[in-house]
């Protein structure tokens, strides 16, 4: 771990997934069948500047409905996780939303933004560090999914909440959300808890209009992944003879995300090749749609219980608040 000091006033706690781990997850993940890259991996700074447009998309009804939620419910969400706490928000991203919730919580000690694009998670931790500067901004840059440690705030919270919108646990395939959330209980105070996004199952007109926009803007977030495992990794991707594919699958409620070969192809990485047949598939993300019940019952086996549902007039996304199970 590192402590970064730089130009900025925000100090910034930096687990950020080293060079040799990208490589040997990028590996990992091509010698399988079928092959797969995380999307984790998505968010450098072109690709989080990427997904902020995909989040203004006409198309992409999942940040606006949760937009709306949040405008139309934040005091009730606040008054929820209770004065004086600590929240901490995985894959901040712009922190967008989350400033409608700060503005309405009461007193908050301490706010930690984690993400895993260090540039942009610098950039969002200095805006808020100027806008709320009641509030001590902690951010962290990390891979969520792994192990890391909270920062302390100067001031003694009440207790720590999660916020965790966007419906990114969708990425997640259910057994991988449960564990997830298990890790998250624990951080949950009292009073506090977890309140998180998730996409609601809907029909597949919908869904899949989302994430296959007019404007290519998704298309080419998800070829941007090819484009930064060549820069970063020294990969001869041909960038241009792969295509972006989404669509539902009914059956298992989600988004399933690939980029697909246009031709016979072979890709060299760190001195290992690794051969494309035509039309063959690199899967690069999940979204998983759920309903409210089938989420609060996946979130029980992790030791949280449901206390609140906000949903949007159309019923396209849910806003969650749980507990944790005494």
Known sequence: MTLAHDHTDTNLVDYEPSTQVFLEDVLLGLSQRPRTLPCKYFYDQHGSQLFDKICDLDEYYLTRSESAIMQRNAPEMAAQIGPGVRLVEYGSGSSIKTRILLDHLEKPVAYVPVDISREHLQKSADELSAIYPEIEILPVCADFTEIFDLPDSSREPT????????????????????????????????????????????????????????????????????????????????????????????????????????IEQSVCIDGKSFEFSNGETIRTEYSH??????????????????????????????VLHFAVLN
Request: glycine share 8%.
């Open 159 to 262: 207790h720590s909440a999660v916020y965790f919108p966007g419906s990114t646990i969708g990425n997640f395939q259910p057994a991988d959300a449960q564990r997830m959330l298990a890790r998250i209980a624990p951080l949950c105070g009292t009073g506090g808890g977890l309140l998180i996004g998730i996409d609601l199952d809907k029909n597949v007109e919908t869904i899949e209009a989302a994430y296959n926009d007019s404007q290519g803007v998704t298309a080419e977030f998800n070829l941007n992944l090819l484009r930064r495992i060549n820069r970063e990794l020294g990969a001869d991707f041909d960038v241009d003879q792969f295509t972006h594919q989404a669509s539902y699958n009914r059956e298992q409620r989600r988004v399933e995300i690939d980029l697909s070969s246009e």
């Open 289 to 318: 749609k759920y309903t409210v019940e089938d989420f609060a019952s996946l979130a029980a086996e992790s030791g949280l219980t449901l206390r609140r549902c906000w949903t949007d007039d159309d019923g396209l996304f849910g």
